[in-house]
């Protein structure tokens, strides 16, 4: 017999990305922004198909003020700009200690979902 509530979330064994989802999907509804609901999506996948963001990439595709949300992992690859804001489901070591010191932060993403509810500028990496 199958769990009540879990029919989108097939083969998810894992009670962190199962939160995660559920969560983003509940602000999605709520707040109305269709953002969150496309990241739950992402989420949803198989982890092996999950975005693995560098720092570069990130540097070189946020405009100043935005929001970056990476499903999946941020990888420590290259540099941060100064002032840089992500979001991930995971951050390797070295990709948290060089966005740190540069003066960026890094956020889960739910996190970001309750900082940001609409989801105003934001841009999905990956």
Not at 34 to 42: E, G, K, L, N
Not at 69 to 77: D, E, K, Q, S
Not at 97 to 118: H, I, M, Y
Request: net charge positive.
């Amino acid at each position: 017999m199958r769990a009540m509530g879990r029919s989108n979330l097939k083969g998810k064994t894992s009670a962190v990305v199962m939160t995660t989802i559920a969560e983003l999907r509940l602000v999605s509804r709520t707040k109305k922004a269709p953002v969150w609901r496309a990241v739950a999506d992402r989420l949803e996948k198989p982890s092996r198909n999950w975005a693995e963001v560098s720092l570069d990439k990130a540097s070189a595709n946020l405009k100043e003020g935005e929001l970056g949300v990476v499903p999946g992992r941020v990888l420590g690859n290259g540099s941060a700009r100064r002032g840089l804001q992500l979001a991930a489901f995971g951050f390797s070591k070295s990709a948290r200690e060089k966005l740190v010191a540069a003066g960026g932060k890094a956020l889960t993403l739910t996190e970001a979902a309750d900082s940001n509810p609409k989801g105003s500028k934001v841009r999905i990496l990956g």
